[in-house]
């Protein structure tokens, strides 16, 4: 056997064959596995025994072999066998594993299916708790006072008549007009998002609002804030203007009425955050829907709340029909839902399928706008046959649409900015007037559509109308 030599230890301690890391010394100079420097000096001679032990004599006969080869044959046996156990019990541990697991799921599925049980039960409780400001009915479902019966009537009656009669006003924007629409004055920004913009049916005042608690008068003809409407700990999730008075909702269940800047009304009904608020025509009756998948009416002469209505799901969004004996909610099940006013009970159900974004009724009385989470189309669907009659694509997800009064110009905001849709009664058709690429958060016509206001996700307000902007 030749001699090996080893590395000094004081550089590796690798093992060579001496022959061969002389030769590689002699060329290379270095050490070929670190590639350190090295010399022959540093090998270190491996001292070895010359003899090597041969096979005790019984091992070299054949019956002595096969005596060998047995044992190790038993041994491997015996090796897969408990390999074959221990996979056994794997497996059993495993199965009990998986069994238990099942069961705390089923387990779980349970306590949350109680748990949904019992906060809907408990929002009912909470609506009949609700401490609104006035003489509030304390009973859901309750039926509405003759007085406020009587208005609806009156207002649905009067409005009727004269809907389809009704001429579009002399000085209404045109489709030109509006097609020719630019930025003509921008606010600084009033708030963390935009989550609410109202206009006053006079055209220039406007409740803004974002994720704050609290909301902002803004005049558009001086282009600034003139008011600041406090809504106490929950953040503003919606307004409208009743006369001249503001009304916000906030996300811990809360609708407050404002005169200017003081606080003349406040309503807490529901069980969780408020979604949406809406004004009846009469000017005097307000609703409200929320989490707690109930509706309100309140009366704002006298500061109460007429009833509570519990649907089937939580309510988004509302808006009542042009003559108000219609109550329209948008819910999270992806439902439409059409009650009667003046009963309660459900009048009709439009499925799209998604939660809905925002509702809006066209002022021909016939036509209802819905918009679901994420979507980028408008559904029309209509009142008469029940059905939808047109979809509209706008190119990317909506945040907010707005019907003018005159039923001819449906405007939507989202992240790929403004389109302004108008609807032919000659030809019957729609075709796109305006785009901006100005992406936003709400949208709401202006006086007489001379003005499209844009509210965008930076708290900015900016008015669309013909000019330059300023």
Not at 39 to 48: A, H, N, P, V, Y
Not at 60 to 83: G, R
Not at 113 to 132: H, I, Q, Y
């Given at each position: 056997?030749?001699?090996?030599?080893?590395?000094?230890?004081?550089?590796?301690?690798?093992?060579?064959?001496?022959?061969?890391?002389?030769?590689?010394?002699?060329?290379?100079?270095?050490?070929?596995?670190?590639?350190?420097?090295?010399?022959?000096?540093?090998?270190?001679?491996?001292?070895?025994?010359?003899?090597?032990?041969?096979?005790?004599?019984?091992?070299?006969?054949?019956?002595?072999?096969?005596?060998?080869?047995?044992?190790?044959?038993?041994?491997?046996?015996?090796?897969?066998?408990?390999?074959?156990?221990?996979?056994?019990?794997?497996?059993?541990?495993?199965?009990?594993?998986?069994?238990?697991?099942?069961?705390?799921?089923?387990?779980?599925?349970?306590?949350?299916?109680?748990?949904?049980?019992?906060?809907?039960?408990?929002?009912?409780?909470?609506?009949?708790?609700?401490?609104?400001?006035?003489?509030?009915?304390?009973?859901?479902?309750?039926?509405?006072?003759?007085?406020?019966?009587?208005?609806?009537?009156?207002?649905?009656q009067r409005l009727s008549k004269t809907r389809r009669k009704r001429p579009v006003p002399e000085d209404w924007a045109t489709?030109?007009?509006?097609?020719?629409?630019?930025?003509?004055?921008?606010?600084?920004?009033?708030?963390?998002?935009?989550?609410?913009?109202?206009?006053?049916?006079?055209?220039?005042?406007?409740?803004?609002?974002?994720?704050?608690?609290?909301?902002?008068?803004?005049?558009?003809?001086?282009?600034?804030?003139?008011?600041?409407?406090?809504?106490?700990?929950?953040?503003?999730?919606?307004?409208?203007?009743?006369?001249?008075?503001?009304?916000?909702?906030?996300?811990?269940?809360?609708?407050?009425?404002?005169?200017?800047?003081?606080?003349?009304?406040?309503?807490?009904?529901?069980?969780?955050?408020?979604?949406?608020?809406?004004?009846?025509?009469?000017?005097?009756?307000?609703?409200?829907?929320?989490?707690?998948?109930?509706?309100?009416?309140?009366?704002?002469?006298?500061?109460q709340k007429l009833t509570q209505i519990q649907s089937d799901s939580a309510l988004t969004c509302v808006q009542f029909h042009?003559?108000?004996?219609?109550?329209?909610?948008?819910?999270?099940?992806?439902?439409?839902?059409?009650?009667?006013?003046?009963?309660?009970?459900?009048?009709?159900?439009?499925?799209?399928?998604?939660?809905?974004?925002?509702?809006?009724?066209?002022?021909?009385?016939?036509?209802?706008?819905?918009?679901?989470?994420?979507?980028?189309?408008?559904?029309?669907?209509?009142?008469?046959?029940?059905?939808?009659?047109?979809?509209?694509?706008?190119?990317?997800?909506?945040?907010?649409?707005?019907?003018?009064?005159?039923?001819?110009?449906?405007?939507?905001?989202?992240?790929?900015?403004?389109?302004?849709?108008?609807?032919?009664?000659?030809?019957?058709?729609?075709?796109?007037?305006?785009?901006?690429?100005?992406?936003?958060?709400?949208?709401?016509?202006?006086?007489?559509?001379?003005?499209?206001?844009?509210?965008?996700?930076?708290?900015?307000?900016?008015?669309?109308?013909?000019?330059?902007?300023?």
């Open positions: 056997m030749q001699n090996l030599v080893a590395v000094s230890l004081t550089i590796s301690g690798n093992v060579y064959e001496k022959r061969l890391i002389e030769a590689f010394i002699s060329e290379n100079g270095t050490e070929p596995t670190t590639g350190a420097a090295l010399t022959t000096e540093d090998l270190l001679e491996i001292k070895t025994q010359p003899n090597v032990t041969p096979r005790p004599p019984q091992m070299t006969s054949v019956p002595a072999m096969l005596s060998m080869f047995q044992n190790e044959w038993d041994s491997m046996a015996l090796q897969v066998y408990k390999l074959q156990q221990d996979l056994k019990e794997a497996r059993r541990e495993l199965s009990v594993a998986m069994y238990q697991q099942d069961a705390a799921r089923r387990v779980i599925a349970k306590i949350a299916a109680e748990r949904d049980e019992a906060r809907a039960a408990l929002s009912k409780v909470s609506v009949g708790r609700g401490a609104p400001s006035g003489d509030a009915m304390e009973v859901d479902n309750a039926p509405l006072p003759e007085t406020i019966l009587g208005k609806i009537d009156s207002e649905q489709a030109d007009s509006i097609s020719a629409y630019v930025p003509v004055t921008s606010s600084e920004p009033m708030c963390t998002g935009g989550t609410v913009l109202a206009v006053h049916e006079s055209g220039d005042l406007a409740i803004v609002a974002g994720h704050d608690t609290n909301a902002t008068v803004f005049s558009l003809s001086q282009n600034r804030p003139l008011q600041l409407l406090n809504g106490g700990s929950g953040k503003v999730t919606s307004g409208v203007w009743a006369q001249d008075n503001a009304v916000i909702a906030t996300s811990t269940g809360v609708v407050k009425v404002f005169e200017a800047e003081k606080e003349v009304a406040s309503f807490s009904t529901h069980g969780g955050s408020v979604n949406g608020i809406a004004l009846h025509a009469s000017g005097s009756i307000l609703a409200s829907v929320g989490d707690d998948k109930t509706y309100t009416l309140y009366d704002l002469e006298g500061n042009p003559d108000g004996h219609l109550l329209a909610a948008g819910a999270v099940d992806g439902q439409i839902k059409i009650f009667d006013v003046k009963t309660g009970s459900s009048a009709a159900t439009f499925d799209l399928r998604s939660p809905i974004k925002c509702v809006f009724f066209s002022e021909n009385g016939t036509w209802l706008a819905g918009v679901t989470e994420g979507s980028s189309s408008i559904s029309i669907w209509d009142l008469r046959k029940g059905a939808e009659i047109k979809s509209i694509e706008t190119g990317g997800p909506i945040e907010s649409i707005s019907w003018d009064y005159t039923g001819q110009f449906l405007a939507s905001v989202g992240a790929r900015g403004i389109t302004v849709e108008q609807y032919s009664k000659a030809s019957k058709e729609w075709s796109e007037v305006f785009k901006s690429a100005t992406p936003g958060e709400k949208i709401a016509w202006g006086k007489n559509a001379q003005q499209l206001l844009h509210l965008s996700d930076q708290g900015v307000l900016t008015a669309f109308g013909t000019g330059k902007q300023e």
